[in-house]
């Protein structure tokens, strides 16, 4: 069997940061190229920081390519609370790539060319904001169909919300992106919500084995999830953001779905989409179980995970 070929859009935050290196980790994945996407942070800030992922797993062969840097509407939100001002904690390295190592070819073009290259043999890996991939299927109609797969980290399937009442950060950040990805992608889709990264949190124990591990990525990523640590850690802020006790990477169980299926054990198939218009649910993903909506493609949705598969992959990716 060859290796799985993949191809990641993000907008590079910690978690972002630790699916990267999950992809970069494993041996059955050819990770062909990295596109960006405004989001936790600004579009400059989120290529830096998939260059400085890059650059600390000795991997900077893999290109990087600067996509949208505001929703199709033209918004823009950044979780700056979290993932720090710069995306990942605030702690800078003046030794990191500048954006001179980032390809002058634009996202979406690469997108579609790469895909285009190994017909129905790529698996996107959409862990942002979905305007990249939004933009690539009103480019070109026909992408969505030469994808093998579609992981999509973002909506949510008990209308509970992180950023706003009913709304996940990367669905609200862009709805109408991601609205016309859940019309327009016949591909195999599979989607990671928010709540079910909350449902398989892991413990902070697991978490301080990760981080105290003796290898220079695990200094890294101890280094840059402080922030967001003592963040998840805050009793007010856990309650305000619905976390439970326990780590949470969340862009880290779409990837590890498509790097070893039996990861996720229930799946939920149903057609999806999103409301656009509601005061309180703008951005809210919606769950067609009665099949009202008549919609040709339906998504897979994680339901249940095998915590102890998940926690060996995520170990794995600072050794």
Known sequence: MGKKLLLMDVDCG??????IMMALAAPNVQLLGITCCHGNTSIDNVCKNVLRVLKVCHRMEIPVFRGACLSLLGD??????YHGKDGLGDVPDPSAPGLEQVQTEHAVNAMIRIVAEHPGQVSLVAIGPLTNVALAVEMDPTFPSKLKHLYI???????RGNVSVCGEFNFVTDPEAAYVVLKQFKCPTYIATWEFCLQHSLPWEF??????QDTQKARFMKQITAQSTAFAKNKQSMKKMYFKPGFVSCDSYAMAAIIDESVVTEWEECGVSVELRGSLTRGMMVLDTLDLLKK???AFLMKKCDVEKFQQLMMSILK
């Open 14 to 19: 910690v978690d972002d940061a630790q699916a």
């Open 296 to 298: 040709e493609s339906r």
């Open 153 to 159: 980290m973002g909506g949510n399937m008990q209308a």
């Open 207 to 212: 978490f301080e084995d990760l981080v105290n």
């Open 76 to 81: 823009n939100l950044h979780a700056s609370v």
